[in-house]
């Protein structure tokens, strides 16, 4: 059954997205505990893009259904994982990255939701906290997707980020979303 196209953030409501986020069905990849089988000569590059064997996944629908069964492992490391099998994935950065976000309310009323290059919606909260690493090139920030997945927020979403937290003056300077407080220092 082919899987369906991501739904389209800017004709959802805040409440809607974390309805549709809370419906997502998803594997037990955390149950699931198969030998481990090799490589799977994949590779998910620091923009986002998923590589089999050197070349782009060029169908968006594959890509999110590979998405859907990728775990991290508690020494850090990523499998694809199905009931019968474990297979290695390279991740340059982060498997997810954060394409596109939307926001009501403001300060601490605030509430953000994000659509990344999957897909997938999620919306910033306790349980998805937003962290910022800092780097030589800048600040990366990431949102948490689930089970120690985690997605890079793009550039511009963080520049918007930035604007949210000039405009709240909150100190630190940070962002409110779900009741949740989001110091952008790393």
Known sequence: MPMPPPPDLANLSLAQ??????EKSLPPVSQWDPRHCGNSEMRIAR?????HQGSPIG????V????????????????????????DIVVED????????KTEGSGRERNLAFRLNTG??????ADHPIR??????????????????EALIARPLY???????????ETPPGVWSGGAFFAMAA
Not at 137 to 145: C, F, M, Q, R
């Open 94 to 101: 982060a498997p997810f990255t954060a394409v596109e976000m």
């Open 59 to 62: 169908r968006p629908a594959m």
């Open 159 to 169: 520049y918007d980020l930035a604007e949210i937290a000039i405009a709240d003056d």
């Open 17 to 22: 997205i974390a309805q549709l986020a809370g």
């Open 64 to 87: 999110r259904l590979f998405s859907t069964i990728l775990r991290r492992e508690p020494d850090g490391g990523y499998v694809l994982v199905t009931p019968v099998e474990k297979l």
């Open 120 to 125: 997938e919606l999620v919306p910033a909260d």
């Open 47 to 51: 923009d986002g893009t998923w590589y």
């Open 132 to 149: 910022f690493e800092a780097r030589e090139d800048g600040p990366h920030p990431y949102l948490s997707v689930r089970d120690g997945l």
